[in-house]
Structures are given as structure tokens and as C-alpha cells.
């Protein structure tokens, strides 16, 4: 794992058999990173596998063998109201970084930010790529899923979801609980608070939106750390 961890870049391609990057890619390490023929680049399918590779200056060339990593289990999730501006794309990114596997962007009743049909698959997309640039730079060999906008009525009462509020339990005494749902900073509506289900804590104080997604994912990737 050190050539992961230590490579002078990491990157995504379609075939690991004969892994070759893409205009985007190839500018990148050239003219950004400006690595020096040798450099370690290593390569991942973005679903688990990955090798080491090295730079020639124009591709990469594969000099070992293709490792592949067990899916992380469980599988942990976020669940997080749309809030405004660039905070959904600081979510999604440090989400990633974190090691979380799925976010889900709510569509809640006190929410400020609307999208119809069409933005939400726009902006999904985004999300999605915001994700991918975030997976490399991590170094993760399985890359995060972004789910379509989800109705927060719907969404709470799914096995395995456990709503953010305060007077919730810690998380490490619900040990069905991998997925956290944060509501907006207007706070859930009653119906929403109706919805039943296990209510996490996340503190003692009032978090904003995205730190409060932050937090969950904190709590979920620890837990599975700890083999909790």
C-alpha cells in the first residue's frame, strides 16, 4: 500500500490491464503536477482495484502487479439537506475523504435550497464528479456513490438510517445504524420528526448544516474503524 499512500498522483482508468489517461489526465500530471519521467502514478478502477504505474512523460506505464481491496463493510452513509452555495460541495468532498461510501442529498421540508427535476440530475452529476477528484486526491480505490435527491419523509424510514437530533443516543449504541441523516439548519419539520426511527446524537451544541454532515461521517468511519 505505500506506493498508494506515497504516489505523486493518483488516477482513474477505464482498463488496468492497459491503463491509459485521458487529455484531462495527461495535461494534469504534465503541466500542473510537472512530474519527472519515473514518477510512482498509480492507477485505479475506482471499484476496488488498482497498480502501480510509472510516469513516461506523455502516459503511464504499469510496472506492478494489480492489487485488489475488499470493499470496506459496512457500507457507511450520509444523508444531508441541500444548503446553498459551495457548502454541498465541501459536504461531498470531505464526505469522500473521510472514507464514507454513500451520500444521499435530502429534499427536506425546511430546506432554503429547491431544485426541479431537471437541476436535481444536473447537479447530481456535479456532485459526482466533485466526488471523483476527491477520491483521487484521497488515494481510495473504491470510489463514494451519490444517490438522486430523496425525499427526507422517505428516506428516514429505511433499515439502517438513523436521524441526526438533539436527545439521540451515541452512535455506538445502535449497532444497526449505518446510515445518518442530517436535517437542514431550520431544523426537521414535525412530520419528518414523526417519521419513526433511531435519532443519533451528534454533540452538545448546534452545528451548522455541513458540519453536522462532517460529524456523522466522523462518527460512522470510526465506528468501523474500531470494528464497533
Not at 500542473?32 to 510509472?54: I, M, P, Q
Not at 510496472?63 to 452555495?85: Q, W
Request: aromatic share 4%.
Amino acid at each position: 500500500m505505500n506506493d498508494l499512500v506515497l504516489s505523486a498522483a493518483h488516477v482513474l482508468v477505464a482498463d488496468l490491464d492497459s491503463p491509459e489517461l485521458d487529455d484531462a489526465d495527461t495535461h494534469h500530471l504534465a503541466r500542473v503536477l510537472r512530474l519527472r519521467v519515473g514518477e510512482v502514478v498509480t492507477a485505479t478502477d475506482g471499484v476496488g482495484a488498482w497498480r502501480t504505474c510509472r510516469w513516461t512523460g506523455a502516459g503511464i506505464d504499469p510496472v506492478g502487479a494489480i492489487e485488489r481491496v475488499a470493499a470496506p463493510r459496512p457500507e457507511t452513509a450520509v444523508a444531508f439537506a441541500l444548503v446553498k452555495g459551495d457548502r454541498l460541495d465541501w459536504i461531498v468532498q470531505k464526505l469522500t475523504e473521510l472514507g464514507i461510501d454513500r451520500m444521499v442529498p435530502l429534499r427536506t421540508d425546511h430546506a432554503v435550497v429547491r431544485w426541479d427535476a431537471e437541476r436535481e440530475q444536473t447537479q447530481v452529476a456535479r456532485l459526482g464528479r466533485i466526488a471523483r477528484e476527491a477520491a483521487l486526491q484521497s488515494r481510495r480505490v473504491w470510489f463514494p456513490l451519490i444517490d438522486p435527491v430523496t425525499a427526507a419523509l422517505e428516506f428516514l424510514g429505511r433499515p439502517g438510517v438513523a436521524r441526526a437530533d438533539f436527545g439521540g443516543a451515541d452512535l455506538d449504541d445502535l449497532p444497526g445504524t449505518t446510515v445518518i441523516a442530517v436535517g437542514p439548519e431550520g431544523g426537521w419539520s414535525q412530520a419528518e420528526r414523526g417519521v419513526p426511527g433511531p435519532i443519533v446524537g451528534l454533540g452538545s451544541t448546534v452545528l451548522r448544516a455541513e458540519t453536522a454532515a462532517i460529524a456523522a461521517g466522523v462518527l460512522l468511519t470510526d465506528r468501523r474503524r474500531r470494528g464497533r
